[in-house]
């Protein structure tokens, strides 16, 4: 009974801890975020050119990997290039959120995940040790913003 009162006075957080799990629970969508964090904007045939990978084989895949973090709300849409009334490009950043979780949780050197970026990807940083300390603290500080 204790369970279930905690687990609905506290749905709404639960949910999103659910959601930001399956985002971060891939290391491609980790590697985006790290591409986002460090150079700011980038575009699907960015993305695929960065991370040296097959365009035709990857693109469903990687546009699948960005709808989850955007959903995570870890990620969103910076600008959209149009020709004319299709839509030729979209770009995205990471949300205020990701910042703030990636800022708090992974404050030093980040070379473990960096590790399975291909070589010469231009991504700098730091690595990202004592992974679980503030964990519960940043996330309802990214709640209640």
Partial sequence: MVV???LSN??????????????????TRRLILWLLSDLGEMGLSQL?????????????????HLKLLEKAGLIEVS?????GMIV????????SKAK????????????????????NCPVDGNSRDNVGKRIFSLITQILHK
């Avoid at 695929?48 to 699948?64: M, N, V």
């Avoid at 030729?88 to 949300?95: D, F, I, N, Q, V």
Wanted: aromatic share 12%.
């Fill in 4 to 6: 279930l009162n905690v």
């Fill in 10 to 27: 506290h749905a709404k957080e639960d949910f999103y801890l659910e959601t930001l799990a399956k985002a971060l629970g891939n290391r």
């Fill in 48 to 64: 695929i050119k960065t991370l040296k990978l097959s365009r035709e084989k990857h693109k469903p895949l990687l546009h699948y």
């Fill in 79 to 83: 600008r959209v290039e149009k020709k």
């Fill in 88 to 95: 030729s490009a979209k770009y995205y950043r990471l949300t």
């Fill in 100 to 119: 703030l979780l990636l800022k708090g949780l992974f404050a030093e050197d980040y070379e473990e995940e960096r590790r399975w970026l291909p070589v």
